[in-house]
């Protein structure tokens, strides 16, 4: 599993969608990404085969294409974790079925409803503190409490810094990023000033190789 890129695939989730708070609004986020919401109740009514085939399927949540389904009776942190499972196998692209796309998908999940760096921020140190703060159902926030310790060992990685300013001091992130963006151009200007010198230095190394090597032409032919 590419933890890095699921974390990066977030990161530009809570940018696009402009979150800041908790617990995150799971139906803004996917009606952001243009996917459609059905219980499984609603359509139990209008297409019951359609309702036994999605629910044999899965208790909780399905996705086919753009539409998602989900089961409203369950408890609402086991629906937003569903929810966010499914919009995981969207972002990250999952076409076909596997243990390793489910577990990716669970990961996005968690990680999307429950950021590491804003656990560690709001000082969450037990599940319990974990569901009440993001929404988690406890056996969510078990699993999740359990990787975070695990994340809470390593060093952070620049993509988990980026999204802590950005929850906490968007204004903070904009303007490093504003620095970093006039870095960057300053950089290239260098890099292409650079490049041109060199380019001149070349052509005039050129120019006096071939000269030089006429001079050494003509002066063994006078010896001679």
């Given amino acids: ?27 803004s986020v996917l009606e952001h990404y243009g996917l459609r919401i059905i219980t499984y109740q609603e359509i139990k009514k209008d297409k019951p085969d359609l309702y036994h ?3 044999n399927y899965s208790k909780d949540a399905f996705r086919f294409r753009m539409t998602i389904y989900y089961n409203a009776l369950n408890n609402i942190g086991r629906i937003r974790f569903s929810l966010m499972h499914e919009l995981g196998h969207f972002i990250l692209g999952h076409t076909e079925g596997s243990s390793k796309i489910e577990d990716e998908a669970d990961y996005f999940a968690s990680c999307i ?9 709001l000082n969450c140190m037990t599940s319990d503190d974990i569901h009440k703060t993001f929404g988690l159902s ?4 078990n699993r999740t409490l359990l990787d975070y310790k695990d994340w809470n060992n390593s060093k952070p990685s620049i993509t988990d810094n980026h999204l802590q300013l950005w929850i906490f001091d968007k ?5 490093m990023e504003n620095i970093r963006k ?5 950089h290239e200007r260098t890099r292409k000033q650079l490049r041109e010198r060199e380019g001149i230095v ?12 006429d001079i050494l032409e003509r002066q063994k032919l006078g010896f001679e």
């Avoid at 204004?171 to 303007?175: A, D, F, I, N, V």
């Avoid at 070349?202 to 090597?213: K, R, S, T, V």
């Fill in 182 to 186: 006039k870095l960057t151009k300053q």
């Fill in 138 to 141: 406890y056996a969510a926030a």
């Fill in 171 to 175: 204004q903070q992130y904009l303007e």
């Fill in 53 to 55: 085939a999605i629910s």
């Fill in 1 to 27: 599993m590419d933890k890095k890129h699921i974390h990066r695939k977030i990161f530009d989730i809570y940018q696009e969608c402009d979150i800041h708070k908790f617990p995150l609004d799971c139906f």
């Fill in 113 to 121: 409803l429950a950021p590491r760096v804003a656990i560690k921020r």
């Fill in 202 to 213: 070349n052509m005039f190394y050129g120019y006096y190789q071939i000269h030089a090597e």
